[in-house]
C-alpha cells in the first residue's frame, strides 16, 4: 500500500524536483488536514511560510500540494483582500489549507500580519449570530503564506512560522520530473488526501509521541539560544517528517536528510548566537 500510494502521487519525481525541503512541505500539508486536533492536544500549529524568487517553484509547489487533495485548482487570497471581516470568514469558512499569496511589495503593502498571529494556537476566534443568541468558532484551518520576499512582520508573528527558502537547480533530470509531475492528476494524487483521512488515528498519535521528544532534543542541544515556541515548532515540523515517512516508506535518507533540513531551518532562523 505505502509503495503503491508513493507511486500514485509520483513522489520521486517530486523528490528529485523539490528533494528535502518538498519533503517538509508535504509533511507540514499532512499536518494540516489535522491541524485543529493538533491544536487541542498541542496548542499550536506553526504556519508554513514558502519564500523564493520567481521560478523557484512556489506555484508549482502550492499546486502539487492541492492536488493531494484531490482538486486540480487551488484556492488564495492576498492578505489586502477584502476587509477584516471578509478575511475572518475566509479563514474560519475554509476546510483545507488557506494560502495566502503576497502579491504587492512590502513598501505598498499596509497589511499587519499580527492580525493572523492568533491562529497559531486557535486563540483566534470569531462569532455567528444565531437565533438563540451567538455561537464561538475556533480557528481549526492551517495558513500557508507565500512570497517572493521577506515579509514585513514582527518577531512575534515570526516565532510562529516554519520558513521554506525554497530554490529549484534545474538540471536536466529535475527538468524531466517536473515535466512528468505537471502531468498528475488531481484524481490520481488524492489518494494521498484519502490515506492521511484514514490514518487520521495513527498519525496523531505518531505526532503525538515524537514533537515532544524532538522539541526537547532541540532545547537540549541549543539551550538558551532557541526559545521553546522555536523547538516546538522544529519539533513538530520533524514529527510529521516521520508520519509522512511511515505513511510513504520513505528510503532512511530521505528521511534522515529531511529531518535534517528541518534542524536546518531551526538552526538558520531561530538560534540566537
Not at 25 to 45: N, Y
Request: charged share 20%; net charge negative; hydrophobic share 40%.
Amino acid at each position: 500500500m505505502q509503495t503503491e500510494l508513493k507511486a500514485e502521487i509520483q513522489f520521486d519525481d517530486f523528490y528529485t524536483v523539490f528533494g528535502t525541503k518538498g519533503v517538509v512541505a508535504m509533511a507540514w500539508w499532512l499536518g494540516a488536514l489535522h491541524a485543529g486536533r493538533i491544536r487541542a492536544d498541542h496548542h499550536s500549529f506553526p504556519f508554513l511560510y514558502v519564500e523564493g524568487a520567481a521560478g523557484s517553484g512556489k506555484t508549482f509547489l502550492i499546486s502539487y500540494l492541492w492536488k493531494l487533495l484531490g482538486e486540480e485548482e487551488f484556492t488564495a487570497c492576498s492578505p489586502e483582500y477584502a476587509t477584516p471581516a471578509g478575511r475572518t470568514r475566509a479563514l474560519f469558512d475554509a476546510s483545507k489549507p488557506v494560502v495566502i499569496f503576497e502579491s504587492v511589495s512590502n513598501a505598498e503593502s499596509t497589511f499587519d500580519w499580527d492580525e493572523l498571529r492568533d491562529l497559531y494556537n486557535s486563540g483566534g476566534t470569531t462569532r455567528h449570530a444565531l437565533q438563540s443568541g451567538s455561537q464561538t468558532t475556533y480557528f481549526r484551518g492551517a495558513l500557508t503564506i507565500v512570497s517572493s520576499q521577506p515579509i514585513q512582520c514582527s518577531e512575534v508573528f515570526e516565532s510562529r512560522i516554519a520558513h521554506i527558502h525554497l530554490g529549484i537547480a534545474h538540471t536536466t533530470e529535475s527538468q524531466k520530473s517536473a515535466s512528468a509531475l505537471s502531468q498528475l492528476t488531481a484524481q490520481q494524487a488524492g489518494a494521498f488526501g484519502q490515506a492521511v483521512a484514514q490514518r487520521e488515528d495513527q498519525i496523531v498519535s505518531t505526532f503525538n509521541k515524537l514533537a515532544p521528544a524532538y522539541t526537547a532534543s532541540l532545547l537540549d542541544e541549543h539551550g538558551h539560544q532557541l526559545t521553546v515556541r522555536a523547538a516546538k515548532n522544529g519539533g513538530q515540523l520533524m514529527a510529521l517528517v516521520d508520519a509522512l515517512s511511515l505513511l510513504l516508506n520513505l528510503t532512511s535518507e530521505q528521511r534522515l536528510n529531511s529531518l535534517s533540513a528541518v534542524r536546518y531551518i531551526v538552526e538558520t532562523d531561530f538560534v540566537q548566537f
